[in-house]
């Protein structure tokens, strides 16, 4: 039996995209499995003039694709309010406090709430000072703050947002939503290495050779041209996603699995991963725009031609670096990471390229040829699970080495049952577990290395290289890894390319 959680949700953003397709989904798997039952309410707000029937239209219109029966839908359903709201607007928030009090009485929340900003982090400071002023946070429950990326777009302005939050809000009830951080294979990473001496005993400079980490899109822009215009892949992707991903490669194994010992040890990965100068950022990231192309009998058109985009625009949608960490660990270890639009496949995984056998002991040859690295693959999405490559003996005569596979991947039907991101996420807030969450601590290291690639990129008037849509990026991404003899493991192009496709 799942222990029932009781709180008021209040959502600043709820006519959004974000809400609709992931936060009352998530929401009612909440309800459908007790998490939520008699004691929640949620209010949504935004700036549109809604009623509460016809937001409960939208809310259960966003479900039906879990296919609730109609007595289910109604009952969830039941505990949402719409609230219009200006949050520029000082006499609104006395009306938010009004319902919200009287929704605490009525469903018997405790005075316990959570408060979800699902939208321009231009606003945050504005809404939480008002929160505050207006008396809309209760003495006598938990209040809790739930941010969505991007948390600022620089060091300077992450960290001027982050002073306004705290003004208000303690660290402790901040919670900066990565929904990376709530994928089942992101959280399987420490079980892999923690919970396997055949892993975490080889975890380290002795053993790896290198670590690459991919999380690739195979869609444009799309409607998003606008926002991704003024951000591109390094900020959309890199600092966050993948950096909380090589945090969780590169950490130390805490000494109890607890909230506090898990982050302490992910900041000081961070704070290990070298911070380049403008030189070493630009020959050790690469960045790139996709243009034009036929892919799989279809034409793509080019990033600068899609709607709301610059005609003349230098963002990039693809980005492949190379980390080095400065610690005993890691010291000599490349981290390998690239993220891109009009990718090949959309996929997300983690190889972990082990170093060759000093000596080939079954080549005949008088100059021994290596024998093929074993690697371990972490797969994130679309499948869930991981593979490792070993060296075997191939049947027959004669003693030709193999490369075998020991492959798991989580069954479709589990897949397609387990818990989605935003789900456990919410729950995590609700339980006041912050473990799959970013503190401010990691917000910011992350700023510190990625600043550095921006403002060389920034001051570099080179043409940005180019991609054709469907590839894995540019030519320069192949020659980063090529420079220290290395090679990217994951090559789903070369698949298109044999088959016509590219």
């Known amino acids: 039996m799942n222990e029932e959680q009781t709180a008021l949700f209040t959502i600043f953003g709820a006519t959004g995209d974000l809400a609709q397709r992931k936060l009352y989904p998530s929401l009612f798997r909440l309800f459908r499995k007790g998490f939520i039952k008699e004691h929640f309410a949620v209010i949504g707000t935004a700036r549109r003039e809604w009623s509460d029937d016809y937001y409960r239209e939208i809310v259960t219109t966003s479900i039906n694709s879990l296919k609730p029966t109609e007595e289910e839908a109604k009952a969830f359903a039941s505990h949402f309010y719409y609230q219009s709201h200006d949050v520029t607007d000082t006499t609104h928030y006395t009306n938010l406090k009004n319902l919200a009090d009287k929704l605490d009485a009525e469903y ?49 302005t992450a960290a001027e947002l982050n002073e306004q939050i705290r003004a208000v809000f303690s660290e402790d009830q901040i919670f900066r939503i990565d929904h990376y951080l709530g994928k089942e294979m992101i959280q399987n990473i420490s079980a892999v290495r923690f919970g396997n001496n055949i892993f975490e005993s080889l975890w380290n400079n002795r053993y790896i050779d290198n670590i690459q980490v991919t999380l690739a899109e195979d869609l444009g822009v799309e409607e998003r041209g606008g926002y991704y215009d003024k951000s591109g892949a390094l900020k959309d992707m890199i600092q966050n996603h993948i950096l909380q991903v090589v945090a969780l ?42 243009v034009a192309n036929r892919f799989k ?51 997300a ?34 499948t869930e ?22 492959d798991f991947r989580t069954p479709t039907d589990v897949v397609a049952n387990s818990p989605e991101a935003y789900e456990k996420l919410i729950l995590d807030a609700l339980q006041g577990d912050a473990t799959n969450f970013t503190h401010w601590d990691e917000v910011s290291q992350s700023w510190r290395i990625v600043d550095v690639i921006r403002q060389a990129w920034d001051n570099d008037s080179q043409p940005i290289p180019t991609y054709p ?34």
């Open 108 to 156: 018997n929340l405790e005075g316990n709430r959570l408060f979800y900003l699902a939208m321009a982090p231009n606003f945050f400071g504005t809404i939480v000072n008002h929160l505050s002023s207006e008396k809309i946070m209760t003495e006598n429950g938990f209040n809790r703050l739930v941010i969505e990326k991007p948390f600022g777009t620089s060091y300077e």
């Open 249 to 290: 490669l590169a950490m130390e194994a805490p000494n109890n699995f607890t909230e506090k010992e898990i982050r302490e040890e992910k900041i000081k990965a961070l704070n290990a991963v070298k911070i380049y100068n403008e030189q070493e950022a630009l020959d050790n990231f690469v960045r790139g725009q996709y």
């Open 297 to 347: 009998n279809e034409d793509i058109i080019s990033y600068v031609d899609e709607p709301n985009v610059n005609p003349e625009s230098r963002t990039e949608t693809f980005v492949a670096g190379k980390l080095e960490i400065n610690n005993f660990r890691w010291k000599g270890v490349p981290f390998y990471i690239r993220t891109g639009k009009q990718l090949s496949t959309k996929a």
């Open 349 to 382: 995984r983690i190889n972990i390229v082990f170093k060759a056998t000093p000596t080939n002991i079954f080549s005949q040859e008088d100059i021994c040829e290596k024998l093929p690295q074993n690697i371990l693959t972490i797969y994130i999405q679309p």
């Open 385 to 406: 699970g991981f593979s490792l490559s070993l060296n075997g003996k191939e049947p027959g005569p004669g003693f030709e080495i193999d490369p075998v596979k020991l």
């Open 469 to 502: 849509a469907g590839t894995m990026g540019p030519a320069e991404a192949f020659d980063l890894l090529a420079k220290d003899q290395h090679e990217w493991v994951y090559k789903p192009d070369e698949w298109y390319r044999e088959h016509g496709l590219l």
